[in-house]
Nanobody, 127 residues
Framework: QVQLVESGGGLVQAGGSLRLSCAAS????????MGWFRQAPGKEREFVAA????????AYADSVKGRFTISRDNAKNTMYLQMNSLKPEDTAVYYC????????????????????WGKGTLVTVSS
């Protein structure tokens, strides 16, 4: 069992930056592939980014590639999402999730393979 708590959301103007954090407690953080997902009002949840256990491999949605960077610090049991050049369409509740797997797979990206979820943090980008 692992508990996930997101933080760092808020209101930012278009073109600005935010860094989200996901703090994990419970079982060893390093055993999980971690991911970020988001859900905008009236829309389905979508994949944002994922990172392997060691942090050596990452994956991004096309919509955020080149603007967002996912990283993790296993010593601190924390994952991050650095978001730059934010756009109004990035407005959403952002969730972190953990997958007890050793690779980023299609089920990681759909979210169906994620075993644990946080409660989310709201990011609002004003135009």
């Amino acid at each position: 069992q692992v508990q996930l708590v997101e933080s760092g959301g808020g209101l930012v103007q278009a073109g600005g930056s935010l860094r989200l954090s996901c703090a994990a407690s419970g079982r060893t953080f390093s055993v999980y592939v971690m991911g970020w997902f988001r859900q905008a009002p009236g829309k389905e949840r979508e994949f944002v980014a994922a990172i392997t256990r060691s942090g050596e491999s990452t994956a991004y949605a096309d919509s955020v590639k080149g603007r967002f960077t996912i990283s993790r610090d296993n010593a601190k049991n924390t994952m991050y999402l650095q978001m730059n050049s934010l756009k109004p369409e990035d407005t959403a509740v952002y969730y972190c999730a953990a997958d007890h797997n050793n690779a980023i797979t299609s089920t990681t990206m759909t979210g169906s393979g994620m075993d644990y979820w946080g409660k989310g943090t709201l990011v609002t980008v004003s135009s």
